[in-house]
C-alpha cells in the first residue's frame, strides 16, 4: 500500500476542496492508498466529519500549525514556517512516512521545500515541473513549467529524458516524439541555449528527437514531449490558460445573443460537455515535479476536488510505475547524467 501526503491548507479553497477531494477518491472504491492529511487537525478534521469520512482508516491527520499563503515568498516561507503544511508534508516523504506529496499551495515555496529537503534524482542536475496539455489528438507533455528559470543545455536534455520516460510511463506512449520549444524549425534558429541542446538532443540514442517545434505546432498533434526552459514554459502555460478562459466566455455571450444560437446550443450541449471536459485542468489533477528523489504532485492553486481527486491518482500512478526509478535509469544509460558535460553547459 502506498502512502501519500496532501497538503490540506494549500490552495485558494483549502482546506474545503482538498478533504472534499479526499473524499471523493476514498468513496471511488479505492483500497491501495493510505492519505495523510497534513494541516491544522481542527479544521482539516471538522471537513473530514463534514464530507462523512472522519473514521476513514485510509486517512489520517497530521497536525501543521503553520500556513504558506499564495503571496508568501518562498524563500522566507520556507525558512521561517517550518511547521508549515507544505514542509510538514514534505518532510513525511522525506523520513520514508510516504512515497508521495500532493499540494495545491505555492508552487514555488512547494519547489522550493522539495529540491531543500528531497535533493535531485541521481544524475539530476535540475528538476523541471511537468505539465499536461490536451489536444485534438490527444496528450502532450511540456517541460519545464516554470521550475528553472535559467536553464543550461544540460538541463533541457535532461528535461527531454525526464519527458520521454513520463510519457511512455503515465501516458502510454510507445516512442514518444519529443521536440525542442523555438522560433523557428531549423536547428540554427534561436538563441545559444536552444541552438546548443538542439545539437546535443541530435546526439542522444534512445530519444525520438523530431527537432524544433514552434508555439504553432503544439496543439497540432505532432508532438508528444515538448522541451523548454521554465521562463518560456511558465508563459506559455499562463497563456493557455488565459486564452482558454477568455474563448469560453466569448463562446458564452455569442450563444446567449439570440434564441436561433440558444437553441443549437441545445442540440450541441454534448459537444461542448465533451470540451469543456478535454481543456479543464482538473482531469490532469496535478504537474508532477520530475527529477525530485520523492514524489511531489504540483496542483493549480485554485484546485476543485476533482482536481485534488485526480491529484491523488496521477501520484499512485507515478508510485505505481515507479517512474523515478526509471528516470535513473535512463539519465545513466543516455550517458547525461550530471557532471557529464565537462564543458559546464
Known amino acids: 500500500m502506498s502512502t501519500i501526503a496532501i497538503d490540506a491548507m494549500g490552495g485558494d479553497y483549502a482546506p474545503r476542496a482538498i478533504v472534499e477531494g479526499v473524499g471523493q477518491w476514498l468513496t ?15 479544521q482539516v478534521g471538522e471537513e473530514l466529519r463534514r464530507v462523512g469520512v472522519r473514521d476513514d482508516p485510509r ?26 503544511s507544505i514542509n510538514v508534508a514534505v518532510d513525511l516523504v522525506k523520513s520514508g512516512s510516504a512515497q508521495a506529496v500532493f499540494s495545491a499551495g505555492n508552487t514555488g515555496a512547494m519547489v ?9 534524482l541521481p544524475g539530476v542536475e535540475r528538476p523541471g515541473i511537468a505539465t499536461v496539455f490536451p489536444s485534438p489528438h490527444g496528450r502532450f507533455l511540456l517541460l519545464d513549467a516554470g521550475s528553472t528559470v535559467d536553464c543550461k543545455p544540460v538541463h533541457l536534455v535532461q528535461y527531454a529524458v525526464m519527458g520521454d520516460v513520463y510519457a511512455r510511463h503515465i501516458l502510454g506512449y510507445a ?26 538532443l541530435s546526439q542522444v540514442p534512445g530519444i525520438n528527437f523530431i527537432g524544433n517545434v514552434e508555439g504553432h505546432d503544439l496543439f497540432g498533434g505532432e508532438v508528444d514531449v515538448v522541451v523548454c526552459d521554465g521562463f518560456v514554459g511558465n508563459v506559455v502555460l499562463k497563456t ?8 469560453s466566455k466569448i463562446l458564452r455571450e455569442n450563444l446567449s445573443k439570440n434564441w436561433f444560437r440558444k437553441a443549437g446550443y441545445v442540440l450541441s450541449r454534448g459537444a461542448y460537455t465533451e470540451l469543456r471536459q478535454v481543456c479543464d485542468h482538473a482531469e490532469f489533477g496535478g504537474a508532477p515535479l ?20 485526480n491529484g491523488i491518482r496521477v501520484a499512485g500512478e507515478f508510485v505505481q510505475h515507479q517512474v523515478n526509478r526509471h528516470i535513473v535509469e535512463r539519465i545513466k544509460a543516455l550517458g547525461v547524467e550530471n557532471g557529464a558535460n565537462r564543458n559546464g553547459a
Open 28 to 42: 471511488s472504491g479505492t483500497q491501495d492508498v493510505r492519505l495523510l492529511l497534513v494541516g491544522d487537525e481542527t
Open 59 to 84: 486517512v489520517s491527520v497530521v497536525h501543521a500549525p503553520e500556513v504558506v499563503r499564495m503571496e508568501d515568498s518562498p524563500a522566507t516561507a520556507i525558512r521561517t514556517k517550518r511547521k508549515s
Open 112 to 120: 522550493a521545500s522539495t529540491v531543500l529537503k528531497l535533493r535531485a
Open 175 to 200: 516512442d514518444p516524439r519529443v521536440g525542442l520549444l523555438n522560433v523557428g524549425d531549423e536547428g540554427v534558429k534561436g538563441n545559444d541555449l536552444v541552438k546548443e541542446t538542439y545539437k546535443r
Open 240 to 247: 493557455c490558460e488565459s486564452l482558454a478562459g477568455a474563448l
Open 290 to 309: 520530475l527529477g525530485i528523489n520523492g514524489i511531489c504532485i504540483i496542483g493549480h492553486g485554485s484546485s476543485s476536488p476533482k482536481a485534488v481527486r
